[in-house]
């Protein structure tokens, strides 16, 4: 006579339990691994969200006659900052120059965290930038575009 349980093979039981066994270990491996992993960097102008070229125009205190930048300039749009270089800045500087965040005031490169702009906007085909409190004190940037639609592009951002 049989009951009505089923009676297992003994080796189908210990092999179940050794399948799981591994299993939790797997687990436990792929768990360690996930936490000793470490992050690669990637190369900080990857962090660059935007690209434009313009020419950047004297105005005011800021940008004057003699300023470095006036004419040909590319500007770089981060997560957290606008960068305002020549169009011959070299990629190592850049490089620098974000990992760094803001330079000192004789570098060729504008760093100008987006919290320190006050207002912004376009008028056909100039877009302009007014500073708050910034490393370059308060005043306003213009740069004439290529176009009135690259303006308005780039207002908005």
């Not at 910034?134 to 306003?140: C, F, H, K, L, P």
Request: glycine content about 6%; overall charge neutral; proline content about 6%.
């Amino acid at each position: 006579q049989t009951n009505g349980n089923s009676s297992q093979d003994p080796s189908q039981s210990q092999s179940l339990t050794t399948q799981s066994q591994q299993q939790q270990q797997l687990q436990q491996q792929q768990q360690q691994q996930q936490q000793n992993l470490v992050l690669p960097c990637p190369p900080t102008t990857e962090h660059i969200l935007h690209t434009f070229d313009a020419t950047l125009i004297p105005h005011g205190t800021i940008i004057n006659r003699d300023h470095g930048l006036v004419g040909p300039t590319r500007l770089y749009f981060t997560t957290t900052d606008l960068y305002i270089t020549s169009v011959q800045c070299n990629r190592l500087d850049l490089k620098v120059t974000i990992t760094n965040q803001c330079p000192s005031k004789d570098r060729a490169i504008l760093c100008i965290p987006y919290f320190t702009i006050k207002n912004y906007g376009n008028r056909s085909n100039i877009f302009l930038i007014e500073l708050g409190k910034s490393n370059y004190g308060n005043g306003e940037i213009h740069m004439k575009c290529h176009s009135p639609s690259l303006a308005s592009t780039i207002h908005l951002l």
